[in-house]
């Protein structure tokens, strides 16, 4: 058909199939009648004698289309053939990814040989011969001695947090560090070490703590290793699934590509190593029960939360169906990441990215973010303090990519230093001169960066927030500061919005002030959870619970009594287990790190 007859085609007219198990439920409708409400011809759906308009949701609904049912797609009007074509691909689309996006079964499998229960460090399914972990200790030829070691070991723990620092987990290479510090004040020797670090196991032992001894025999290991004691490990070549007492955290990135699943019988789940189990997809289990089936096939079922030692023909049948179903369920996951994410009751919830540099916010557009919800700018310029030019360079790059993007002013100290801003050494850097605090004591920074921004936005809509922000008068104080670096270099900022963020528990009671001034709110769930239970974030030996139950209310009592936009910035934002509760409190913008968003997604399309 040629152009002009695509253009003025009366009407055209197709039967679309359903074929997804689900039917035409919610999600696949809603956005079918959000992709017909493009169009300006009239779309309807027609099935047994019933017709309705397909660009309503509802209407579309109450034809109750469910899987081996078909309607007519009839487009009349302008550009009839163009949206028929359109919403049949839509259409087809749907379908398909719908199947794969099936839910896998989490409740226990019917399994028929013997199953042991566990607990779930890492969903997933496994199905290989299971090894017992075994290693080899030797000496080499070292010329490093006890401080040398401590040292490389120290600038070795720096460079993993530096290379994962936008991941929550890296947090852990800062509490060994700050782990190491301190035993390194108590030992002179590797021997004095050694019995430091078995005094504090022992010490650790069956308490509430115990997850933090694979730390100290982590960083043993590592001060040996850098002194020439080596320990070697003769990893199968074949698929398996590890069968051992617990894992070092230093040992989960070493682990071979043979490695199907992790069953551990001494860990815990809040263990690093059960952190960085998790972070890296490994499907895992914690079985405290003697294990003695070595060498043969199991099942490692990380979703029904059992080990199944002697698994049947039938078992394994379906532990493979499950695991098709599971590999099927993230391929879809990765294929849905550019759709918005929207509940099962219609709500649609916007997934950002928190983002660090041009480089990361690529692999947030990649990864299906819809826009920046954090970008966090102290990242930025590690080295060396960066000229006005370079500074501006960097953001234009990143504000290039997306329209929605929150820009926060340098948040500096705490657990953040900056090697070029002489901060004052002090004894509770976590209280002291911190985040927004920059405005008064390095006013040149801070204005030369709000420069930055305000020129690499060159007009654009963008949003600036202050971290650490306690008081009103301290958000006025710095607005009215970034109004005068603007006024000064003659910016225009009529574009700009200005927010806070919500991680000081004072601003939790000064809300209604709060509302008369600011534009928006971002939660940083990560500061706010430390002050609300006076426990350091990096804290060597005190948890703290990423989900509590301060953290959550005060989440909720923002978002009851803010009268502007709530978004969440923090690591909770990007936690599964916490996505529905934080949706029921009313919370609609979750920004969360890139390798989280489709992920993240997926997870609010079942709320
Ligand atoms: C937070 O505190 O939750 C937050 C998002 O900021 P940062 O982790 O950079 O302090
Ligand atoms: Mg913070």
Known sequence: MGL??????????????????????????????TEAKKFAASIEAETRGQSVDAKNLNALLSLNLEKGDHFD???????????????????????????????????????????????????GIAI????????????????????????????????????????????????????????SQKAQTLEAFEAAVNDATATLEGGAMAAKITDYRDLLGRVKSAMGYKTEVAWPATPFVLLADDL???????????????????????????????AAGIPSLIVRDT??????????????????????????????????????????????????????????????????????????????????????????????RPSLQEQTEAYKAIFSLFDEITVRTLDVGGDKALPYIDLPKEPNPFLGIRGVRLFESHPDLIAEQLKAIFTAAAGKPLKVMFPMVDSVETFTKAKAFAKAVAAKENLDISAVAFGMMVEVPSVLFLLPEFNEV??????????????????????????????????FRA??????????????????????????????????????????????KERIRHV
């Open 4 to 33: 002009f007859d695509r253009f003025f085609a009366k009407s055209a007219t197709t039967v679309l199939h359903i074929t997804s198990p689900n039917g035409f439920h919610l999600r696949p409708a809603a956005v079918f009648s």
């Open 73 to 123: 797609l009839v487009c009349k009007g302008r550009n009839a053939q163009e949206a028929l074509e359109a919403l049949t691909a839509v259409f087809e689309k749907l379908m398909q990814e719908d199947k794969a996006v099936e839910q896998i079964d989490k409740t226990a499998q019917r399994y028929e040989g013997e199953a042991l229960e566990g607990e779930i460090i890492g969903q």
């Open 128 to 183: 290989a011969p299971l090894w017992q972990y075994s290693e080899r200790h030797y000496k080499v030829e070292s010329d490093t001695d006890f401080h040398a070691a401590l040292e490389s070991v120290n600038t070795a723990l720096a460079a993993e947090y530096e290379a994962n620092k936008t991941q929550p987990e890296s947090a852990i290479f800062l509490a060994q560090r700050s782990l190491l510090e301190t035993l």
């Open 248 to 278: 070092l955290p230093s040992q989960v990135e070493q682990l071979p590509q043979t490695l199907e699943g992790v069953v551990l019988q001494k860990s815990s789940l809040t263990s690093h190593t059960a952190i960085l189990l998790r």
């Open 291 to 384: 294990v003695d089936t070595t060498g043969k096939p199991v099942i490692l079922d990380g979703f029904a939360s059992v080990l199944v030692v002697n698994p049947t023909p039938h078992d394994l049948e379906t532990a493979k169906r499950l695991l098709t179903q599971s590999q099927n369920q993230k391929e879809a996951q990765h294929a849905r990441r550019f759709d918005t994410a929207t509940t099962t009751s219609g709500t649609e919830i916007k997934v950002l990215a928190n983002v660090t540099d041009p480089a990361s916010a690529r692999a947030a557009k990649e990864a299906g973010a819809e826009g920046i919800g954090l970008l966090r700018t102290e990242f930025l310029f590690q080295e060396r």
């Open 518 to 551: 600011v534009d928006f709110y971002s939660i940083g769930t990560n500061d706010l959870n430390q002050y609300l239970y006076a426990i350091e974030r990096t804290h060597p030996t005190l948890s703290l619970d990423p989900r509590s139950e301060a953290l």
């Open 555 to 600: 989440i909720e009592k923002v978002a009851s009594e803010a009268k502007k936009p709530v978004s969440i910035c923090g690591e909770l934002a990007g936690d599964g287990e916490a996505t529905a509760r934080l949706i029921e409190a009313g919370i609609t913008t979750l920004s969360v790190s890139p390798g989280l968003v489709a992920q993240t």
